[in-house]
């Protein structure tokens, strides 16, 4: 007979081993250079002692692990890193690499030029489902430091060649046909329930997960997003109709209501 709380571990486990899969199929989806040359992230060894390396290191730390060290600025229990996955890294996945050199912008949805650090509090108010950081404050700095380092070796004013998501066609979703597919291909790590098992496995609905002004509340973010990057084990596998499916089935169910007080961001 299974232990009490055995189903969960094994959970747990089985899904770490999908991750640790999913790093050796991204190997052959990174970027490349007209050279050849794969792009690779910097190497968090090489992050300075003193100050400055301190300050992205907590950046870092906030990011991969955000309600444990921002917890009084989180709503749920979402990190920076279940949308910008890999530490902010991974191309055609919202990555954070080369934002330092793109900021202030313009801003469609707040419908203003924004900064870094503007963009930094939409997370807060909408994916963490929480309360913005203060602009002065250490953990504002450290997160800003992070994206700065992250984004070292980019031309200032340039896109990422990896920025944000794929492009897909813009098709008709159908929930129910979604239901189907998050059962087969999401369920597994997730949960028929949504909920996952954070901080390893994130929540897609429910008190845990991101509100419903978030980015990954749009159908079609969601759909490219889960077309390039999931199932984590086989990223890519999923046909455009089918991502545009389940995200409209995630889309379906409960998620917090997004504070209006912070309408701005």
Known sequence: MMRPGAPITVLVLACSVLLIQACSVRESRTLTDKNGTAWRPPDPKAIPQGPVGDNIRLGMRIFNE????????????????????????????????????????????????????????????????????????????????????????????????????VKLPKLTPDAGNGAAVYRDQCSGCHGQDGAGK???????????????????????????????????????????????DVAAYVKSKPHQRFNPVFASY
């Not at 509100?211 to 999923?238: C, I, R, W, Y």
Request: hydrophobic content about 35%.
């Open 66 to 165: 955000t309600p444990k060290y921002a917890a009084e600025f989180v709503g749920n229990r979402q990190n920076c890193s279940d949308c910008h996955i890999q530490g902010g890294a991974q191309p055609y996945a919202a990555p954070m690499v080369g934002l330092s050199g793109l900021f202030p912008m313009f801003n469609q949805r707040a419908n203003r030029v924004i900064t870094l650090e503007d963009r930094v509090e939409e997370c807060f108010v909408r994916s963490e489902s929480g309360r913005p950081l203060p602009y002065d404050s250490p953990k504002m700095v450290a997160v800003v430091s992070y994206v700065h380092w992250l984004s070292q070796g980019q031309v200032s004013g340039k896109p990422f060649p990896g920025r944000g998501f």
């Open 198 to 244: 954070p901080p390893i496995l994130p929540a897609l609905w429910g008190p845990d997960a991101y509100n419903d002004g978030a980015g990954m509340n749009s159908v079609e973010k969601m759909a490219a997003f889960v077309q390039h990057n999931m199932p984590q084990n086989k990223p890519g596998t999923l046909s455009a109709q089918e991502a545009y």
